[in-house]
């Protein structure tokens, strides 16, 4: 078939192209009486190639039930290379304010929605790394659906594509983490307060006067050029959005699959007992989604942060999987290393093709 016409692809026939994007063309299409979203890859091996990645992540993010703000997933077919998705009907965010500028509480409703996305999409290890309002469908008033998980990169890879005004700064230059998607938010937020796209450069960011307090203290905070400045967290923001104000530079810390640990002077970090810890660390992470996050081992071993005069050193104390920091866009293992402000750390680490990916991404903060 000749995929920028319509046709069949296995048991879906494609009734018309919705969009075109840089690696893939994507077609309304129908199974009997059911609608559906068909993506089809550009004629190139990357474009398949991240097609199918983009199919893992969504099949990953779906589990073990849809979230209601995020597209379904419904199939892969390899031999099409297709990626099959639930039809969401509605205007897209950009197209339900175009004109008009949103009321705070629409467009704190709205923000409230992706973050609930975002906190199940993190809480994965995956960074969406595309919200704009291109990629949300309304199907109600005031609920966004996320779509489009085609740039969305596990924490600790390199990004592919970013959008200029809609990407924290970071993530231009190829960083993927959770606070990439929080400076994202705090853009879409502007978008619908002020009915203009952000500027380019965030240095240029001004936010509105005539708002809340409350708001523009998320505003400033969640689009902070620094991500050390931002929320350490989806829920968060959404706290914050709520009314809850979080103080900023909390000293430090160190932001893990969705917590804010306090580091004083020293800290033992492992994994629940029922899932092979030894349920005596002082944090202990539970494996979440249908991957393991932690790798298999036996029910020992921890990752120790303490403070050595003025600085915080991390220590392999026989961590399932070791230690590891990341240098430049590389990982190294480390047994004792001292932390740097903005350091990205992961216990234990998998190969994937010819990309490290981590398996419990966190970040080190010293302010």
Request: net charge positive; aromatic share 6%.
């Amino acid at each position: 078939m000749n995929r920028g016409s319509l046709g069949k692809v296995d048991k879906y026939t494609l009734i018309r192209m919705l969009r075109e994007g840089g690696f893939s063309k994507v077609f309304l299409a129908r199974r009997e009486r059911e609608l559906v979203v068909v993506k089809l890859p550009k004629d190139d091996e990357l474009s398949r190639y991240l097609l199918a990645e983009e199919a893992e992540i969504l099949e990953e993010v779906s589990k073990p039930v849809p979230h209601e703000n995020i597209v379904g997933f419904i199939e892969w077919i390899p031999e099409a290379s297709a990626l099959v998705e639930e039809y969401v009907p509605g205007p897209t965010l950009r197209e339900a304010f175009s004109g008009r500028i949103a009321t705070q509480g629409d467009a704190i409703r709205v923000a409230l929605g992706c973050l609930s996305a975002l906190e199940r999409i993190h809480s994965l290890g995956i960074a969406h790394g595309d919200i704009k309002p291109e990629n949300i469908i309304l199907p109600k008033p005031l609920h966004p659906v996320l779509i489009d998980m085609g740039v969305a990169r596990r924490f600790g890879s390199k990004s592919l594509a970013a959008t200029l005004g809609w990407s924290a700064p970071e993530f231009l230059k190829g960083e993927v983490s959770p606070e990439s998607d929080i400076y994202s938010v705090g853009a879409l937020l502007l978008f619908m307060l002020t009915g203009r796209d952000p500027p380019e450069d965030p240095s240029s960011i001004k936010v509105p006067n005539n708002i809340s307090d409350n708001l523009k203290y998320v505003l400033e905070r969640s689009l902070n050029p620094e991500p050390w400045g931002r929320f350490g967290s989806a829920s968060e923001m959404s706290l914050a959005l709520m009314g809850r104000k979080l103080p900023q530079g909390e000293g430090p810390r160190l932001v893990i699959q969705g917590k804010v640990i306090n580091l004083t002077s020293k800290i033992t970090i492992g994994r629940i007992k029922r899932q092979g810890g030894t349920g005596n660390a002082d944090v202990c992470l539970q494996e979440i989604g249908n991957r393991r996050l932690l790798p298999p081992g036996p029910p020992l071993g921890w990752v120790e942060i303490s403070k050595v005069g003025g600085e915080f050193w991390i220590s392999d104390m026989g961590a399932p999987g070791g230690v590891w920091i990341q240098e430049g866009m590389s990982w190294k293992r480390v047994m004792d290393y001292p932390l740097k402000h903005g350091q990205l750390i992961s216990i234990g680490l998998r190969v994937k093709g010819r990309m490290a990916l981590p398996y419990v991404l966190g970040r080190f903060y010293s302010r």
